[in-house]
């Protein structure tokens, strides 16, 4: 079937630390690959996408994604972790493989919880 | 430029009635998208309006409907509420009915049914 994966619902680092945070999907092809962060009380707000090209994607806040057809993934990560960053995080996929449009299938979320 | 409006930011509804939500996105966005936030089921798509018609729609029963106004205003209205109707509803708006522009949410109006 097709779908977006989240691994890790919950997920603590120190801060200054490295993070990476694991998305998978699973459609015929690849789709457009987005990552928003949603803090508490809030929206969602976009970090980064792709949708083709160079597989290392540059977002907002510092962070980056890395596309790999190979493994279907597309994970987030940020070399230095900063207490601002403690939120909920989204995997997302559109494109015309998920309905066309900017319709967006999530994936289940991962809380990121920063110690200081 | 002002971002994504939602109106009311909190509800409370009783079982059985109904419920108007609006949307006002960015000046000059066109398409305005509709997600229920859910702790059991996540964020799930309802609804994608562009130029005043229904372009595309999520797996949600009639009960849950919209409409795109000519200045791209959108409402969204949920009859005979249902318990499981609690929820975060999020709107977003972009500039076009395409993926490749980004998607800017509201804050979303947190529906609690009694």
């Known amino acids: 079937a097709q779908s977006v994966t989240q691994p890790d619902i919950h997920i603590t680092v120190s801060e200054g630390a490295s993070l990476e945070l694991r998305c998978n999907y699973s459609y015929g092809a690849t789709p457009y690959l987005f990552w928003y962060v949603q803090s508490p009380g809030q929206g969602l707000q976009l970090l980064l996408k792709y949708f083709s090209g160079d597989t290392l994607v540059q977002g907002i806040k510092g962070f980056e994604a890395e596309f790999k057809r190979s493994q279907s993934s597309f994970n987030l990560r940020k070399p230095s972790v900063h207490w601002s960053d403690a939120a909920e995080y989204f995997c997302a996929v559109g494109g015309i493989l998920t309905g066309g449009g900017n319709k967006l299938t999530f994936g289940t979320g991962t809380q990121l919880k920063v110690e200081l | 430029k002002a971002g994504v409006t939602q109106t009311p930011r909190y509800l409370i509804k009783t079982r059985g009635q109904q419920v108007t939500l609006s949307c006002s996105p960015i000046?000059?966005?066109?398409?305005v998208s509709w997600y229920q936030q859910t702790p059991g089921q996540g964020l799930q798509f309802l609804f994608e309006y562009f130029s005043e018609t229904q372009r595309n729609k999520g797996n949600f029963p009639g009960r849950f409907s919209g409409r795109q106004f000519s200045n791209s205003r959108s409402e969204m209205n949920v009859s005979t509420l249902e318990l499981g109707d609690s929820a975060l509803y999020l709107c977003?708006?972009?500039?076009?009915?395409?993926?490749?522009?980004?998607?800017?949410f509201g804050p979303g109006t947190r529906l609690t049914v009694l």
């Open positions: 000046s000059g966005h066109r398409s």
């Open positions: 977003a708006s972009s500039l076009a009915f395409s993926p490749v522009d980004t998607q800017y």
